[in-house]
């Protein structure tokens, strides 16, 4: 067990810290809330950023400062609108503890609430919002990125991984999958076909978050407006699409991501149309026409990456994602797929409503 008091006597506090207490259920790092001084609400956030995901913590530490310095610039509350990061005490954006383990501390935005899931269209409609107005605050940001995470919403470098996976067979789970592995094997030339686009720059490169989860945004917990995207371990360079992508597997999947009860699992056509208008309030005259061209296809091809994604953790033996169950990552599985195929039903209506807006 991790002295977390020792650990956060390594950063730049003020006050003393209280009381560290652990939060949510990320499925890669560990995130904690701190006290300091006996308040009642918390102070900061601690979190344990996992290096086996993230091989080079001190240069994902630097893309964060940097984008979160850039959009303090732009934005009337730069406290609230987005992450503060503290640094150590020896002024490194982060501290390594005698195990080996990466640390890193930022400001807790007072007064804000997250969601897991979207209840209403009101609240996807702001998700929207959120995206597009991180999408805009960052569009003249034009420092290079490092690669937090080498080909993360790369369907091309994904395949070859899953190539490998399924060859290796780690686990012995390769023979009882053999459905599962046909549902991404029909799909593969026509996500290879898109992600060509991105290759070949028809879509444009743009910074982008590339873990846009209802639960990585805030809202104002008394209005419930938007406040900021947050967990920008991923931020890169790619296309926004990944960001539509994964927001829309997120906002309007009407069951969990991890549901058993596949019959509470779909595409919420409502929820889709408020996402995409809160999005594209803010962001419609930024995007090129091949971009909004595909904006409804971004939800299949993350979900079906998703979908890979946790297939391929469980052949491996479940290495990446926390798990809770044995077959954590197979349920993951079906939930994610049954959500693809509510998706595909819905392409041309998800794509009609694009065209009309
Ligand atoms: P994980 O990598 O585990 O997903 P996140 O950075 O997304 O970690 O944080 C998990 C949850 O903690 C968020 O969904 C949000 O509720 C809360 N949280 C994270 N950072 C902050 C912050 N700076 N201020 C307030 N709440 C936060
Ligand atoms: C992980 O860390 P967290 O829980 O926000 C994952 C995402 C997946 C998501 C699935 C770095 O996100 O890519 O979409 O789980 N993050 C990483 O819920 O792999
Ligand atoms: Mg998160």
């Known amino acids: ?102 640390w890193a501390v ?38 290079p990125l490092f690669e937090t995470i080498k080909g993360f919403h790369n369907i091309r470098w994904r395949f070859s991984q899953w190539d490998e996976a399924l060859r290796r067979n780690a686990a012995g789970r390769v023979g009882s999958l053999g459905e599962e592995i046909g549902w991404i094997e029909s799909r593969r030339e026509r996500m290879l076909a898109f992600w060509e686009k991105f290759e070949k720059g028809e879509i444009p490169t743009r910074v982008t978050h590339n873990d846009t989860k209802i639960s990585n945004f805030l809202f104002d917990a008394k209005d419930g407006s938007l406040l900021c995207a947050i967990d920008l371990d991923t931020m890169m360079s790619s296309t926004m699409l990944n960001d539509t992508g994964d927001a829309l597997r997120s906002y309007t999947n009407t069951g969990a991501e991890d549901d058993r009860d596949l019959g509470k699992v779909g595409m919420s056509m409502e929820m889709f149309k408020a996402y995409m208008k809160g999005y594209l309030s803010v962001m419609k005259d930024e995007l090129t026409p091949v971009e909004k061209e595909n904006l409804a296809f971004s939800g299949l091809y993350i979900t079906y990456e998703q979908v890979l994604r946790f297939l391929m953790d469980y052949i491996d033996g479940d290495t990446y994602y926390k798990t809770k169950y044995p077959e954590h990552n197979l349920v993951r599985t079906h939930a994610q797929y049954k959500l693809l195929t509510s998706m595909e039903e819905q392409f041309d209506e998800m794509n009609a409503f694009i065209a009309s807006l």
């Open 106 to 143: 930022c400001l807790f935005i007072r007064d804000s609430r997250s969601y897991d899931r979207a209840d209403t269209p009101e609240l996807a409609y702001q998700g929207g919002l959120g995206l597009g107005v991180f999408h805009k605050l960052v569009s003249d940001f034009k420092e």
């Open 1 to 102: 067990m991790k002295d977390l008091n020792k650990i956060a006597a390594q950063f730049a506090i003020e006050g003393q810290a209280c009381a560290i207490k652990p939060l949510g259920e990320g499925f890669i790092n560990d995130t904690y809330l701190i006290f300091t001084d006996g308040k009642d609400s918390p102070s900061y956030i601690l979190q344990r950023k996992n290096h086996l995901v993230f091989p080079d913590v001190p240069a994902m530490m630097d893309n964060i400062r940097r984008v979160t310095e850039f959009i303090k610039t732009k934005v009337s509350d730069p406290l609230r609108e987005t992450l503060t990061v503290i640094p150590a005490k020896d002024g490194k954006l982060y501290y390594k503890d005698e195990d080996g383990c990466f």
